[in-house]
């Protein structure tokens, strides 16, 4: 298997793939992508700036995919972004015949997979993090795997939680509940769970300090020691 990071303006991502020509796939799906989308916010820095739903002027596929999934979580646009430039990866090496690809983007995670895949968990200075893995059975198609955290990373979050993992099989709609999730959820207060479509998100697994909460259903949990030089994030 080869493990390739990649690194473009903000993209922070860490590529897994059978060949190399999935890797080249891969880059080249995600530059794909972000010169759409920094086309579009050159046009329209509005979408780059909410943080509540939005109805772009566009009809770019990757731009109204972002508007509607975070619309359905109730948060901005840019909230799926990470989720948006991983998938279009990863759309990309299935293109280009892949059974098997990973793309992580700081967190936010797209694959297709022919085999079990192991997803450790990075949760801050909780208890659990960096002690469990999921176990990600194989499956048809693309899945998104995406991680929100208040306490760890550069990205805004109105939130206090160490770390909110959804399962959805829109790596879009992954991206933004969990954005959502992670914006809302408290120990005491779990109400933005009830607005969840089970339709469209599997599953959420959340910590907080001592707290975990899981809604719906996710992929087993196993004792684990992440590495965290394997994690994708920027210079720590």
Not at 25 to 53: C, W, Y
Not at 140 to 156: H, K, L, R, Y
Not at 161 to 170: G, I, L, M
Request: with cysteine.
């Amino acid at each position: 298997m080869i493990r390739e990071p990649f690194r473009f303006r903000q993209t922070i991502a860490t590529i897994l793939a059978d060949e190399p020509a999935h890797v080249a796939a891969a880059k080249n799906g995600m530059l794909a992508a972000r010169q759409v989308i920094e086309a579009h916010l050159s046009r329209d820095p509005f979408f780059g700036a909410t943080f509540d739903p939005y109805f772009p002027d566009s009809d770019e596929p990757i731009i109204v995919h972002m508007a509607d999934a975070t619309r359905s979580a109730g948060v901005g646009p840019m909230a799926a972004v990470a989720g948006a430039i991983a998938c279009a990866g990863v759309e990309a090496m299935v293109d280009a015949g892949a059974t098997f690809g990973v793309i992580d983007n700081g967190g936010d995670i797209a694959l297709v997979s022919d085999r079990p895949v192991r997803v450790g968990v990075h949760a801050g200075e909780a208890a659990l993090s960096n002690r469990i893995a999921f176990v990600v059975p194989p499956f048809d198609g693309i899945m998104g795997i995406c991680t929100s955290s208040a306490t760890v990373g550069p990205s805004i979050s109105f939130g206090m939680a160490d770390a909110v993992t959804v399962f959805a099989r829109d790596p879009l709609l992954a991206d933004a509940w969990a954005t959502a999730v992670c914006n809302e959820i408290r120990p005491a207060d779990r109400t933005v769970l009830e607005r969840i479509d089970s339709g469209c998100v599997s599953g959420v697994f959340a910590i907080m300090g001592d707290v975990t909460v899981q809604w719906g259903e996710v992929p087993p949990l196993v004792p684990a020691v992440v590495d965290e030089q394997l994690i994708s994030a920027g210079d720590r």
